[in-house]
């Protein structure tokens, strides 16, 4: 049914749920599993520092990509122990929907397993969640868990 299987990861509790889907999933139909981090350009303006460690020196998006190379290796060791063999992680720097849709074609990947997130309603009509963005964009089917 799927060949090809992407699991957006960014250490939530969300993601983690998403994932162990996706591993499911993906040992099902014997597909190849893709977990993706995405990271974002700091910006001064955006003050974008959920990722980064306030004990870590140096310039903020390396101290990001770090991190965010530390989550993916973690979430392709869960896949890999929960029995996706071949699970590959790969990090991203960009807006995340964005980022995930272009991963997405590029790779030909014909799922995406994402988690949801809890935005209220206020935070979710200003700005949307980023799963909303992607079941919004993508040209394959997405599983929102």
Same mark, same amino acid.
């Given at each position: 049914m799927f060949k090809s299987i992407l699991v957006? $990861?960014?250490?939530s509790a969300g993601a983690?749920? %998403? !994932? @162990?889907?996706?591993?499911?999933?993906?040992r099902l139909c014997d597909a190849?599993?893709? #977990?993706?981090?995405?990271?974002?350009?700091h910006s001064m303006l955006e003050a974008s520092l959920s990722? #980064? /460690? &306030?004990?870590?020196p140096g310039p903020v998006d390396d101290a990001m990509r770090g991190y965010a190379r530390?989550? %993916?290796? $973690?979430? &392709? /060791? !869960? %896949? @890999?122990?929960?029995? %996706?063999?071949g699970a590959r992680a790969f990090i991203k720097a960009g807006p995340p929907a964005r980022t995930i849709i272009r991963f997405a074609r590029e790779h030909?990947?014909? !799922? +995406? #397993? +994402?988690?949801? @997130?809890?935005?209220?309603?206020v935070e979710n009509y200003l700005l949307g969640? #980023?799963?909303h963005k992607v079941t919004g964009l993508a040209d394959c089917p997405v599983l929102v868990v």
């Open positions: 957006p $990861y960014d250490g983690e749920r %998403a !994932l @162990r889907q996706a591993v499911g999933l993906a190849q599993l893709s #977990v993706l981090t995405v990271f974002r350009h990722m #980064v /460690r &306030k004990d870590e530390e989550v %993916a290796e $973690y979430a &392709k /060791r !869960l %896949a @890999r122990e929960a029995g %996706a063999e030909e990947n014909d !799922l +995406i #397993v +994402i988690g949801s @997130r809890g935005l209220g309603s969640s #980023v799963s």
